[in-house]
């Protein structure tokens, strides 16, 4: 039987350019996270559903992707769900694990698990691909890749000075201007104690959040909703329009996150960012989850969402019976970040480039001499290649032009005889008579 | 609720040390498939299952890890083989999509799907994971990486030798001594043919598989069974010993064996291999799928299977409707190679360290300018860290001391005034006065 061949919906393949530019993005960052002493982390792409359960939410568990268990699942399924159609009450007895849906949950697990065996503070990085049954959408898939990194088992604010320079660092490397936001949890709990309204404070922030999107006047709106006056909600925006931190020591509260946001600040004020930091009073991202500091990072030459954030969160490991674990966290959106890198023509040509050279031979002869001086490139770490077969100029010419290949070198008898072959640059035409010696010096240089 | 947090059985953590090691051997394997020109693909975990279905037997059908649909999955559920209990049956209308079993199969999708926008011959590797519903021992897992590289669209013997080229360049640079044992398919097809029994091909070669694990008498006895008489056997086994390569010419079958192999060999004659390639007319792997020559690389210092095996396929695209693309293919056993390089010792010690240095503070003002010195290194490419809280000495050189960590650097009031600190090689005690550009120098060099 043949199968027209598909994917399934919200995923992709990545074929070589495109592989090889993701590779760009993900060592770019890995690099950076290895320079500041994360270690790699790796998880497997199946966890229980026991420890993904009732960690994101009602939402969260219904787009989690459940495997079916293997074998006669149906055995031990209860009859009575069974004959009502019962899919959801069902889930538990025909499936018990699925795919994780990010990287934190595994990495709490892994900090409970192997709590005695870790050295802490634990700085770990981990790049891996999380599927959610999402229904897709553009530049939202149903598999993608995260890319986290967080040191746990300690409130030093060290490290959030550490995050501001890993990501100054990441997108200096990959040559997206950005703005890093910062604010902390506390002064935006410090407004909604000075402004009476400390138990709305989480509808409060998820109004604020919106800012950007719907204006003034919806944020207002959306405040008037939960109960909040316009007066209060007027005194609420224009406190977040401040753009001096030390605006904000009107309660203990407020000050506390002025303070802490000082103390990590005053980390960087001796070798300068080579992108802005900015306070931002009304960036309220994760707050559900993150109890210190927060951050975001936005580019700033063209009109994108956040390309990342991290923040610090007191309680990860805590689902799984660990308390008292500080952490912070920071993670990157590639998806976003190639599209940038995309809409910005930020790709090195490298990556276009699959070999430097490409060895062309006239006859049987010449071909098995091309064959030894591509393992002399090679042995010398230049990627090169053979075509491979001989004669017929024209196809070699063809698959030369196809896969952009820079440099050809074509054999004959009197190449193979003289030892000298013309190295002909693509890109002008010129031709440069050299011994394989002369061409790996050339090629390395 | 506090969850104890455990992993499915088959799968495992790797922590840093561990994901290190394995990163090791996968880039060590993906330099050398870039320095022969092969491209990256990815392809995602999930694909429908009608691309999976009745590509690995009845039984790899039953290896498959399915994916329940989302949302309300029993809906359009057969209710008769609901109430049957069908488990088998019901399969089709609660799952579409499984996780992948090999990269073959996805490969052969891509180049199906994709056959109008690749140049061929098209080389790529793969290096993912895969999944398979195996009861798990010692060895086996349920998730597992492959590392594969094909390439496609050509029938030149010269890949072939290439193929040799790198398994002979990897496991030169993992310091693993292998042998590559190669043979083809037709030498086995003329030995059957010559024997009278080629109509018995498949179960005699699957007999002769086995010849390691149950000798000349338990093959003779599996070729009874199939319905070959001792004679015949026997004159099977005597030619399986012969090492030449020019004994098997007996017919033409035989002979084009003989023949491709040489053509093969040929290519590697002027430049010799680090590692023994050997003829072994006993090599028997994969006969349901591979039509031309056949390989498989096996330690020399040590008893452990094979850690890889390649070989030459017609019609893998077939299944997909895409007629006549010969091609051949390579694979490394990941985790078999980690096996290997554990008993014989053969890690970098490089991996066991974290950083190269730990900046250790007193006070905060020196922690503050080790922060700023821990960049310049970062910025000369050197991984260093900074130890979160200054003071408390003897916990920084605990923590130093759990991660391995080669060099020190304490700070306090005396080294941010004249700029020169102490560099603490741990290994000897040794310490040196030292400007942070010297330090740089040091490790970098």
Chains 1, 2 share one sequence.
Not at 2 to 31: C, M, V
Not at 256 to 262: A, D, F, K, P, Y
Request: proline residues 4%; neutral net charge.
């Amino acid at each position: 039987m043949i199968n027209k061949p598909s994917l399934p919906k919200g995923t992709r393949d990545f074929l070589p350019l495109q592989a090889k530019r993701r590779k760009h993005i993900f060592k770019t960052i890995e690099d950076c996270f290895i320079l500041f002493g994360y270690q790699p982390l790796e998880t497997p792409a199946m966890e229980n559903l026991s420890t993904l359960t009732g960690k994101y939410g009602d939402e969260g568990d219904k787009l989690l992707f459940k495997i079916l268990n293997s074998g006669d699942y149906l055995k031990d399924a209860n009859e009575e769900l069974l004959l009502k159609k019962e899919s959801t009450k069902l889930i538990p007895s025909i499936s018990e694990k699925g795919l994780r849906y990010d990287l934190t949950v595994p990495f709490a697990r892994v900090v409970a698990m192997y709590r005695n065996d870790i050295t802490f503070p634990f700085k770990r990085y981990q790049i891996q691909a999380v599927w959610r049954a999402d229904r897709p959408q553009r530049g939202r898939y149903r598999e993608f890749y995260q890319c986290d990194a967080d040191v746990v088992g300690s409130n030093s604010l060290m490290y959030e000075a550490e995050l501001i320079r890993i990501y100054d660092s990441v997108f200096k490397s990959l040559g997206i201007p950005v703005k890093i936001l910062i604010n902390h949890r506390s002064i935006l709990e410090g407004i909604a104690i000075q402004a009476g309204c400390q138990d709305q404070f989480m509808a409060m922030t998820i109004a604020i959040d919106k800012l950007d999107k719907i204006g003034v006047d919806g944020v207002t709106k959306e405040l008037e909703n939960i109960g909040i006056i316009p007066e209060t909600s007027s005194w609420i925006l224009s406190q977040l329009k401040q753009s001096q931190l030390d605006t904000f020591k009107f309660n203990d509260k407020a000050t506390l996150g002025v303070q802490e946001m000082n103390i990590a600040l005053d980390y960087l004020k001796n070798t300068r960012t080579h992108n802005e930091v900015v306070f931002d009073a009304t960036l309220a991202r994760g707050l559900s989850y993150y109890t210190g500091c927060i951050f975001e990072v936005v580019p700033t030459t063209i009109k994108m969402g956040s390309l990342g954030g991290c923040g610090r969160y007191d309680n990860l490991t805590s689902i799984f019976g660990l308390n008292g674990v500080s952490g912070v966290g920071i993670s990157f959106g590639a998806d976003r970040i190639y599209d940038v890198m995309q809409e910005l023509s930020l790709w090195p040509t490298s990556l276009e480039v699959p070999v430097k050279v490409l060895f062309m031979a006239l006859d049987d002869q010449s071909h098995r001499h091309a064959f030894d001086l591509a393992q002399q490139c090679r042995a010398a770490g230049i990627p090169v290649d053979v075509y491979p077969d001989p004669g017929k100029l024209k196809k070699q010419f063809k698959f030369a032009e196809d896969l952009k290949i820079p440099f050809l070198v074509i054999l004959g008898e009197d190449e193979v005889k003289t030892g000298r072959y013309n190295l002909k640059n693509q890109s002008n035409g010129e031709q440069t008579s050299l011994t394989i010696d002369a061409i790996i010096a050339r090629l390395n240089s």
